[in-house]
């Protein structure tokens, strides 16, 4: 592969993820309540930690989402994005294995439904391959477009 089809890959999953993550966090910050909620559903935590987590998260998925549209800080906000796509993959296989039925929450909503309308392996599998373009981001940040190039040359 090409230095120029490696920079344009880097683009694209920089955008791919970034735009994910504040999707996924711009949806939850309308409705705290329920990302605290939905936390609270993966019973994975103590009840205050988790309305702690449900409460920040977003917050957090927005941020990094900027910076990674932006490509500033791209190696960091990829490392913490990746790292948040395991902590996801982590939580949705928990509740499968445990035998919860519960909604991800992962753009929105989240808690309780029915068994017949989890969706896990799919999402296990979006945040898997989110987690890979992460990783692609930390070991060649370098992207066009980028306010890393513009401020840093790199």
Request: proline share 3%; charged share 15%; with cysteine.
């Amino acid at each position: 592969m090409t230095p120029r089809v490696k920079d344009a890959v880097g683009l694209v999953l920089r955008l791919v993820l970034g735009g994910v993550l504040i999707v996924a966090g711009w949806l939850k910050l309308d409705d705290l309540s329920g990302s605290r909620a939905a936390t609270r559903a993966y019973r994975l935590m103590p009840t205050g930690v988790a309305d702690l987590v449900g409460t920040m998260l977003p917050f957090v998925e927005v941020t990094l989402g900027a910076l990674l549209v932006l490509g500033l800080l791209t190696r960091g906000s990829a490392l913490l994005g990746g790292l948040l796509m395991i902590a996801f993959v982590a939580g949705i296989a928990s509740a499968w294995a445990r035998g919860l039925s519960i909604d991800c929450g992962c753009f929105g909503g989240g808690g309780q439904v029915g068994v017949d309308q989890t969706a896990y392996l799919q999402e296990i599998v979006r945040d898997a391959a989110l987690a890979l373009a992460a990783a692609w981001l930390v070991v060649r940040p370098r992207t066009p477009a980028s306010l890393d190039r513009r401020l840093w040359g790199t």
